[in-house]
């Protein structure tokens, strides 16, 4: 895996330099196109610079991931095949101790050792809510500013 970022990181690089070095000099040549002439060509030139800005742009940027995804110590080797065990000193299956049975759902209580509809108390009735009058602090040609402060 190190292996790959590296040497993904190191083309990445390398293809955002080269877009970094076209920039800078489509960039240039846009310049000079535009000082001794009067036409099209600086079109091009800064459509091209913008092309090759906006893809090193990025190139560098998926460079810097590459980059950061490359592990600091290299990777372990795996074990050799003698080292592990073999499949025959692993426990069987039969060995494991069994799962506990499922416990049955406790049985629901009878329907008449429930309360009955009539034995629960009524609904008190709800009082009406008071009205308030809102009463405007503020009178009605007071000005305010854009944050919400009142201009005395």
């Avoid at 292996?3 to 690089?13: K, P």
Wanted: aromatic residues 10%; positive net charge.
């Amino acid at each position: 895996m190190s292996n790959r970022m590296s040497v993904l990181s190191r083309r990445l690089g390398r293809f955002a330099g080269g877009f970094s070095f076209a920039t800078v000099a489509f960039f240039s040549i846009g310049l000079y196109a535009d000082a001794n002439t009067k036409g099209q060509v600086v079109f091009l030139f800064a459509g091209l610079v913008l092309v090759c800005l906006f893809a090193s742009f990025f190139l560098w940027l998926a460079h810097g991931f590459a980059w950061a995804m490359i592990p600091e110590k290299p990777a372990e080797e795996k074990k050799p095949a003698e080292a592990m065990k073999p499949a025959e000193a692993m426990k069987p299956a039969e060995a494991m101790k069994p799962v506990e049975a499922m416990k049955p759902a406790e049985a629901m209580k009878p329907v008449e050792a429930m309360k009955a509809a009539e034995a629960m108390k009524p609904v008190e009735a709800m009082k009406a809510a008071e009205e308030k009058v809102i009463v405007s602090e503020d009178p009605p040609d007071a000005k305010y500013t854009i944050t919400g402060k009142r201009i005395y």
